[in-house]
């Protein structure tokens, strides 16, 4: 049982794989969190994000890029940049904070800031958005998709649909699903990958799931979503590509907590990239725009 009902459960979507980037700054957000005592890495971002724009420039791959204003309001030239290789620019809102948290008024606020500074900015209407951290709670699902639909959006990817501890939907859907309608438009929900086995939904998408797994799993993870007919959404961070570890303690306190972090986050750091190398040579990419005009869904 779903988490929510769709508004239209009978409409298929057809298998695609989806590369999804969540455009931020992990200098600024580790900083954010726990309270910088010097100015983040002024260059590792960018030099992140040009790793990632080069690895998939290489296969002829475009993907869309959930972007984040608040890493991003001084540094435009990096939208502008990721926009002109071919991708989808879509919204990750603006200051990372969890919805779950800040509650659904304040989400609004930020949804709308980010997607005016990134319409502003690029000329072109946004149609998708993924909450930071996957942070919307089950009871404010509801709200939140209505939000989605009247702020003018598509399609949303923002429910894993697993069991964890940081975050999860456990029972959400497991394939897109029209979730809002209004008028001629309509809302969709794309959520992150997921297989089952033994009885439980793993996630299988993306992020430290796949600086862990093996790429031989990943591979029959992609074939086990295809062989349901499902499509493949997947999920990065461009830090998650970088060519050297992230130094925690160049930014914030090196508290436990931190250090903690910091450790989670460099943990199969420097594997990320060549196992999405592997994964792009077997296996083709769309934008989700794309996608869904194909299937005259905007």
Not at 180 to 198: G, M, N, S, Y
């Amino acid at each position: 049982m779903t988490a929510f009902a769709p508004a239209n459960a009978t409409m298929t979507f057809p298998p695609a794989n989806f590369l999804t980037i969540d455009v931020e700054d992990w200098y600024r957000l580790v900083g954010q969190y726990f309270g910088a005592i010097r100015k983040p890495d002024p260059i590792a971002f960018e030099r992140q994000v040009d790793i990632v724009l080069a690895l998939m420039a290489k296969y002829d791959c475009v993907g869309t890029f959930f972007c984040l204003g608040g890493s991003m309001h001084d540094r435009p030239h990096v939208v502008e940049k990721i926009a002109q290789a071919g991708h989808e620019i879509a919204s990750h809102g603006w200051g990372h904070e969890k919805i779950r948290e800040i509650g659904l008024d304040a989400f609004r606020d930020d949804l709308k800031r980010s997607l005016d500074w990134l319409e502003d900015l690029t000329g072109k209407k946004v149609l998708g958005y993924r909450a930071p951290m996957f942070s919307v709670a089950p009871e404010q699902l509801e709200g939140f998709l209505d939000i989605c639909i009247d702020c003018g959006l598509a399609y949303d990817s923002s429910i894993y649909p697993i069991s964890g501890w940081r975050y999860g939907i456990p029972g959400g859907l497991l394939q897109p699903c029209i979730v809002r309608e209004r008028d001629e438009r309509k809302l969709v929900e794309i959520p992150i990958a997921t297989v089952k086995w033994l009885g439980k939904d793993w996630p299988v998408g993306g992020g430290g799931w796949w600086r862990v797994l093996p790429t031989a799993v990943i591979r029959r993870a992609f074939d086990a979503v295809e062989n349901r007919d499902d499509p493949f959404m997947t999920y990065f961070h461009p830090y998650e590509f970088d060519s050297e570890p992230l130094r925690i303690r160049s930014v914030v306190k090196p508290t436990a907590k931190a250090l903690s972090l910091s450790f989670s986050q460099n943990l199969g750091q420097q594997t990320t990239g060549r196992k999405l190398e592997a994964i792009l040579k077997a296996k083709q990419f769309v934008t989700v725009e794309s996608y869904l005009r194909d299937l005259q869904l905007i």
